[in-house]
């Protein structure tokens, strides 16, 4: 059973599209986050939910948005894309507390065109 | 703004080197500290993680651990081919939420045979 899920695994959109990605976790965890990584590699923090709770909110466009139907699952929706959101979006999730281990999904490629 | 600092590498050893990688963070309270491996094209997975001072080994990973010079490093003994990765310092910062965790931009390490 795959404990963080993803879908889609690759994404290729045009510009001013919206498109959504979708995140499932079936390991019990209370925590669940967005990342970015770009290019360079670099993985950053987008968002992060507890038990449905928005808890961080880094410096994002509003452009992004996301939503937790429930504490399993954290989707990202991305309205009028641009050609710099593409990058792979990881989702995580966690137990909680302070510095538990976040568990990655495979991760989505978008490519805006 | 709270940074982690790792030096992009690439790190080349050969086979059944010491691979050496050492992050350093910017503040001094932090309290939580993580090392993850990236493969290419793959999601980040755990390693290690280390709250005290000192070291801490883990089969041929040993994590190291200095909060007073606020540095982490990770010992990778006996290096396989396949330890090839993308290594990623992340720590979670005082202060602020205890669910975030800021990450490095991470380590190329090559092993050759």
């Known amino acids: 059973d795959t404990a963080v899920s993803q879908t889609p695994k690759y994404l290729v959109t045009q510009m001013g599209n919206d498109k959504s990605i979708k995140c499932e976790q079936n390991l019990g965890h209370d925590t669940m986050y967005w990342y970015k990584q770009d290019s360079k590699k670099f993985l950053k923090i987008m968002f992060s939910?507890?038990?449905?709770?928005?808890?961080i909110n880094e410096t994002v466009p509003n452009r992004f948005s996301p939503k937790s139907p429930d504490k399993a699952h954290l989707n990202l929706h991305i309205n009028s894309l641009e050609l710099g959101d593409s990058a792979v979006y990881f989702c995580a999730s966690s137990q909680g507390g302070p510095g538990d281990t976040q568990y990655f999904g495979p991760g989505t490629r978008l490519t805006v065109l | 703004q709270k940074e982690v600092e790792q030096n992009s590498g690439p790190l080349s050893v050969p086979e059944g080197a010491i691979a050496s990688l050492n992050c350093t963070y910017s503040?001094?309270?932090?309290?939580?500290f993580f090392w993850y491996r990236q493969y290419s094209g793959k999601s980040p997975e755990l390693i290690m993680f280390?709250?005290?001072?000192g070291d801490k080994e883990d089969g041929r990973f040993t994590a190291q651990l200095n909060k007073a010079s606020q540095y982490v490093s990770l010992l990778i003994r006996d290096s396989q081919p396949s330890d090839s990765a993308t290594y990623l310092c992340?720590?979670?910062?005082?202060?602020?939420?205890?669910?975030?965790?800021?990450f490095g931009k991470g380590t190329l390490l090559t092993v050759n045979p």
């Open positions: 503040d001094r309270g932090s309290q939580s």
């Open positions: 939910y507890n038990n449905k709770e928005l808890i």
């Open positions: 280390i709250y005290s001072n």
């Open positions: 992340a720590v979670n910062f005082s202060g602020g939420s205890n669910y975030k965790l800021t």
